[in-house]
C-alpha cells in the first residue's frame, strides 16, 4: 500500500487543498512503519484552472500519482468528488499538518477501517 502526502515542506502537510501542495512524498507501508520511497514535485500546479475544481487539475494530480493508493492531506478541494467517483485512489483528511503525526493519524484511520 502506498500513500502521497501533500507537502508544503519537509515537515508540514500543505495548508492548501492536495492539488496546490508543492511536492508529495511517497511512502509504502512495510507491514509495522511508513517507509519513505521518494518525493514527487507537483507537476499539476502549473496547469492553470479556468474554474475551481477544474478537471483538466484532477487529471494532471491523478497523472502524477498513477501508482498511489491514498491520498493524504489537510486539505482536499472540490475535486475530491472526482478521486472518489473515477479513481481507485482513497482520499484521506487529517486533522494533523505535522508529517509524523498526519502518518500517525493515517495509520490509525486504516487500522480503523480494517486496511492494516
Same mark, same amino acid.
Given at each position: 500500500? @502506498? ?5 508544503? &515542506? ?5 495548508d492548501d ?23 514527487r514535485? &507537483? !507537476? ?14 484532477? !487529471?494532471a ?7 498511489v ?5 489537510y486539505?482536499?478541494?472540490p475535486?475530491i ?6 479513481? =481507485?485512489?482513497?482520499?484521506i483528511?487529517?486533522? =494533523?499538518?505535522?508529517?509524523? @503525526? ?5 495509520t490509525?484511520?486504516? !487500522? ?5
Amino acid at each position: 500500500m @502506498k500513500v502521497a502526502v501533500g507537502m508544503m &515542506n519537509e515537515k508540514m502537510l500543505t495548508d492548501d487543498h492536495f492539488g496546490e501542495s508543492e511536492f508529495y512524498l511517497i511512502f509504502k507501508w512495510d507491514g509495522n512503519n511508513w517507509k519513505l520511497l521518494e518525493r514527487r514535485e &507537483n !507537476k499539476a500546479k502549473t496547469v492553470e484552472e479556468r474554474m475551481h475544481g477544474d478537471p483538466r487539475k484532477f !487529471k494532471a494530480v491523478i497523472a502524477q500519482l498513477e501508482d498511489v493508493d491514498i491520498l493524504l492531506a489537510y486539505r482536499m478541494g472540490p475535486n475530491i468528488k472526482r478521486i472518489i467517483e473515477h479513481t =481507485n485512489k482513497i482520499p484521506i483528511v487529517t486533522k =494533523n499538518r505535522e508529517l509524523e @503525526k498526519a502518518l500517525n493519524d493515517l495509520t490509525e484511520k486504516l !487500522k480503523n477501517r480494517g486496511l492494516l
